[in-house]
């Protein structure tokens, strides 16, 4: 059965305090992953797409990386501004996208 | 107007009311969903349309249901909700059904129902 948790449910970080968010997935047959950030109320927004393993993507304080069972979010010097849900999201050889269930950012000043 | 835009945000509405949900792409795509997102639980897939076909149900009670007029509008059903179905409900488009996990989402309909 394909399956992505994700960890921690809830991180609270100081203002330039880095740390990495992960995504563990158990799928058939990945196409991709992708990264996705959500502000309260508010639709996902893309981030990332990942498609093999080693691959990194970098955006701003963000960074993405993938292995075989893994992704990681790593975040340099947040702000508090980078205070969100980031969502992944693996998508199977039968083009099913999975989501996770999200780890809630909060970047205190 | 750029990107997915949603209509209403909010919506209240009992459980013998009949109402819709309204979404427009305007970023020329082929591909549209319905994604409802739950308190505590991850973003479930509805409904996916290619080129205004339907090409994916998981699933989901009749008590939802959907139209594509054309690529850029998709609408959403509702009548005889449950109050279990109050959620935020998520519109989004991407270039094509084969790129589907690059999605354009809009800001998301949020429907209470009593």
């Known amino acids: 059965e394909d399956q992505v948790t994700q960890s921690p449910e809830a991180l609270r970080l100081q203002e330039g305090e880095s740390s990495s968010l992960n995504c563990s997935y158990t799928?058939?047959?990945?196409?991709?992953l992708f990264w996705y950030r959500q502000d309260p109320g508010k639709g996902p927004e893309f981030l990332f797409t990942l498609y093999s393993a080693g691959e990194e993507k970098e955006k701003e304080r963000l960074k993405a990386t993938l292995t075989k069972k893994e992704s990681f979010l790593h975040i340099t010097a947040p702000k508090p501004e980078d205070s969100a849900t980031y969502l992944c999201?693996?998508?199977?050889?039968?083009?099913?996208?999975?989501f996770g269930p999200g780890t809630s950012l909060s970047v205190i000043p | 107007e750029t990107g997915v835009t949603q209509t209403p945000r909010h919506l209240v509405m009992g459980m013998t009311n009949k109402k819709s949900l309204k979404c427009e792409q305007h970023?020329?795509?082929?591909?549209m969903y319905w994604y409802k997102q739950s308190a505590k639980k991850p973003l479930e897939l509805m409904f996916v349309y290619s080129l205004e076909e339907r090409v994916e149900n998981n699933s989901v009670p009749s008590r939802f249901s959907p139209e594509c007029p054309n690529s850029s509008h998709l609408f959403l059903h509702l009548h005889t909700l449950q109050p279990e179905d109050s959620a935020l409900y998520l519109c989004a488009s991407s270039q094509d059904k084969w790129s589907t996990g690059e999605l354009f989402f809009g800001e998301g309909s949020r429907l209470t129902v009593l």
């Open positions: 970023l020329g795509h082929n591909a």
């Open positions: 999201a693996p998508e199977t050889s039968y083009d099913k996208v999975i």
């Open positions: 799928v058939s047959g990945l196409r991709g």
